[in-house]
């Protein structure tokens, strides 16, 4: 299983971003998904999560402003970033988990991808 993010960069505050996660090996539709990020010096912490039926879960530090899906037709996953703020600024991971369930997670990692929200 391989896993490549993509999609980050520099943006302004109130901004928004859509990564894309690439995935090989497995189906996304049988697993489930999530996005991570993590802050140097601090922990890897979860951001949002998509079980193999759809059923999301988000931060509260997200919820409402970004969203979590599946690619139609594709084996990629998606993280829509809307209403950007400067502490959002983190390197962000995929994660692809062991089963359907979100309890799953973090299963398989891969590289991340930085995003830069600043004025």
């Known amino acids: 299983v391989q896993l490549q993010a993509y999609g980050g960069g520099a943006v302004q505050p109130g901004g928004s971003l859509t990564l894309s996660c690439a995935v090989s090996?497995?189906?996304?539709?049988?697993?489930?998904v999530g996005w991570y990020r993590q802050v140097p010096g601090n922990q890897r912490e979860l951001v949002a999560s998509?079980?193999?039926?759809?059923?999301?879960n988000y931060a509260n530090f997200v919820k409402d402003r970004f969203l979590i899906a599946r690619g139609n037709g594709s084996n990629t996953v998606y993280l829509q970033m809307n209403s950007l703020k400067s502490e959002d600024t983190a390197v962000y991971y995929c994660?692809?988990?062991?089963?359907?369930?979100?309890?799953?997670?973090?299963?398989?990692w891969g590289k991340g991808t930085l995003v830069t929200v600043s004025s």
């Open positions: 994660n692809v988990g062991q089963d359907g369930s979100r309890y799953s997670l973090p299963g398989v």
């Open positions: 998509s079980t193999n039926y759809g059923i999301t």
């Open positions: 090996g497995v189906s996304v539709r049988n697993r489930a």
